[in-house]
């Protein structure tokens, strides 16, 4: 996909997916994604963010293939993590919450969301969507790539916004308000920074 935005703001965007509730609303985003439990990891070159939102009602793109379709009746836990400059991994495990342990099926998806900078503020963006269940179903295959670049053509859309915003905005009326979900993405921006400063000193 074409992204005009850095490729620095997707990541940003992928660490923080509090977005999920507001931005994807209309496509896989739930009300209760924003508030739901979470833990951070922030290392040396890693950052991740992991939430837990459990129970939750599932969107039609989760829900269908699942057949976890009722209300309240699935668990929705998701790492999100920078793994490298071109390289951002979400990974999702879906069960039915209302069964014991070790007598639910799980359901585990993973994407490869991997930036290619064009300029300082466009990006080639490619993604990489695998799934552990349905394997041999092209039918759930179709009804998932739809669903899902409906919600990764929101991002781009709102991505491009924020540039769009970022550049007619004089410095001076910019300020930056960051609550504790942020911190993974703060802590990426800085060691992004940090590479970039001593690449141009060498
Ligand atoms: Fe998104």
Known sequence: MGLQASYVRLHENLLDLTHLSFLHAKSFGTPDYAKAAFETEIGDGKFALLR???PTTLPPVWGVPTGLTGPG??????????????????SVLFYDCHLPETDRPQFRIRTA???TPETATSTHY???HGRDFALNDPGTTRFMHDQLFVAFQEDVDGLALQEQALASTPAEDLYEFSVAADAPAVAMRRYVLARQQ?????
């Open 73 to 90: 009746q699935a668990a929705r836990i998701v790492r999100s993590e920078f793994r490298s400059l071109g390289l951002h991994e979400v």
């Open 52 to 54: 837990q939102v459990v």
């Open 113 to 115: 969301h991997m930036p």
């Open 126 to 128: 490619f993604i990489v």
């Open 198 to 202: 001593k690449e141009a000193q060498s």
